[in-house]
């Protein structure tokens, strides 16, 4: 979960730098001398949309192994056979237009759309479909697992596909996974795949500069199945604009269509623009601390209880700013067993009790030294950072807050072969592959042979048990399913394994002549362009 993230690892959401008031005036002021108090002219064409990132955004262009920040381009160029509509939560037909089960959810048949190309000119196939999904499973990269349940693909005529599960599972919500779900043709060249589109959605690759402002350009696959009425946008460029006093400029004079991730201060001066506006909704994206479950003392389940309880939740939501809702537990509000009646932990007396036990706290003569990383520049994390030192002072407890590059220095060193030279709290951002809350625990909570992300270190064979079981629940019994992920949480909580540090609040800027868009916290940080018209 980083910026410049590892090619295949998992990114992040990282929220630009917050500013000082004092900044924040300046900038204000820079943009009223610079004419852009109101209704800036657009700098671009009208048929353009520009996507303003903090970051470059491309780290691997293949649609199998894809599981980073590029995903924002590739859902515009690729695209799945559902989709997840989180206002209905229920999936809905985009490369299928219908499709059947099994009483026992072991067997599905997808119906596909009729008239779809490949941006090559080739139909879609149900042997396409076959190949594509196929090799996304052999390849093992990203997302892949979504697949697991997945036993045999068989094309059924012109237009259907045959899924055989070996065990039941929610195909129809699989289908439409953020990462490793996405329909494509197949080459054996991986050099194919480069800067290159090879699916069917309704723009391709027009040009592509790593590392400069303008990184990557796309333009509009005029064969597209869902054609171009209206005043669609026919290109979308993804810009780079590290600073983020220079991308609330961009927006006010017109020339940047979306903006994502602003600070609060500086966003607070773009409310009420008539040329924009202003999109807020809590995300699926929640900030975790993970406890080291095997390094001293935190392997004492009394000390990682203490930990928890002993921070002021409230008073670190607070600090954010917005930036950060309460989390209610593992799960986040909107999705698939979410619960308010947690019993989470916020107990300072408890945290003193359970320190005495331990053999630590004031007066012991002990004091409690820990070591929390998380990914550089995540300045919203550093003032939680900050202020969590400052609430476990009184406890006995010295926090050590450092900012580290994710791919070369965070990650690597909570994966490192000496349990010594781990952190004590692994401090990330994650959110889920797939419409369904199974990754929060497969990824971060089931005991691994070879650290990935579950870094905490933990191991209970009650909760791999549960992990393997829900997802089939989900498809043959939702009720259960409920029941078994709260069962999941609890599990997590009285183990003391996760610090529930807040939900991102997703706070989007937009040109006002957008009209259409839906922000959909299960695909984190991605516009669907061709779902959106301007004036």
Known sequence: MSLQLLLGSRPPHRRTRPRTAGVVAAITLSLLAAGCSGGGERGSDDDTFVYLSSRGLVTEWDPARSYSDEVVALANMYETLTRYNAGTGKTEGVLA????????????????????????GRPLTPEAVQAS?????????????????????????????????????????????????????????????????RGTGPYTVASWNPGSENEVELTAFKDYWGGWRGNRYKKVVFRSVPQS?????????????????????????LRGRPNLTVYERPSWQTLIGLMNTQKNPLDDIRVRQAVANALDYGELIKASRGALVASDGVIPEGMFGHTTTLDLPGDPELAR???????????????????????????????LGDLMKSQLRPFGIDLKVEGLAWASAQWPRAKDKDPVKRQDIFVMWWWPDDPEPLSYFRNVFRTEKEISYNLAYYSDPELDGLIDRVSGLQATDPDEAVRTYRTMQEIVIRDAVQLFLGTNTYQRVLDSDVKGYVDNPAYANVVFVHDLTHQ
């Not at 499709?99 to 599905?108: N, Q």
């Not at 997945?150 to 599960?165: A, D, H, M, N, S």
């Not at 006093?245 to 001066?269: F, I, K, N, R, W």
């Open 97 to 120: 237009t219908r499709w059947t089960t099994s009483e026992d959810r072991r067997t599905w048949t997808f119906t596909l759309r009729d008239k779809v190309r490949f941006h090559s």
């Open 133 to 197: 999904i196929e090799r996304t499973m052999r390849l093992k990269a990203s997302a892949s697992y979504v697949w697991d349940p997945v036993e045999k693909i068989t094309p059924v005529g012109k237009r259907q596909v045959r899924f055989e599960l070996s065990r039941p599972a929610p195909l129809d919500i699989i289908a439409s996974a953020t990462y490793a779900a996405w329909i494509y043709e197949v080459s054996d060249d991986a050099g194919d795949y480069r800067a290159t589109a």
């Open 245 to 269: 006093s220079t991308s609330a400029q961009l927006m006010s004079s017109g020339e940047g269509t979306y903006a994502g991730g602003l600070p609060p201060q500086l966003l607070d001066t």
């Open 353 to 383: 009790k359970l320190l005495k036990e331990a053999g630590y706290g004031p007066g012991s003569g002990r004091t409690i030294e820990l070591e929390m990383t998380y990914p550089a520049g995540e300045d919203t994390i550093r003032t």
